[in-house]
């Protein structure tokens, strides 16, 4: 995976609306979905990738997404399962660069 596959997963999240979420979850949600799109964008205008840092911050918010989401809606889940792909493929390709 490379920084094409993140800018054409990241311009399809982007256009999507936030999901109606309605539960407990959807405060940290958004959190996880402004942390990882924040490093997302950070990736895509640094010529360095992520830093050590910001890796472990992605890793940290992919696992709490798997925590989060496993009783939501089937709507929900695609936004949520795009927004895990894109936290993995930061992960991944800071890793082979």
Known sequence: MDRDAVLSLWAT???EPWPQVGT???GPLMTLDTVISGCVVYFLDSPEGLDAQ???IVEDCVSDLDNL???LGEDCQLYFQRLRQ???LLITTNRTT
């Open 24 to 26: 407990q979850h959807e």
């Open 69 to 71: 989401t496993d009783d």
């Open 86 to 88: 894109l936290g993995t």
């Open 54 to 56: 910001r890796i472990a």
């Open 13 to 15: 999240h982007k256009e």
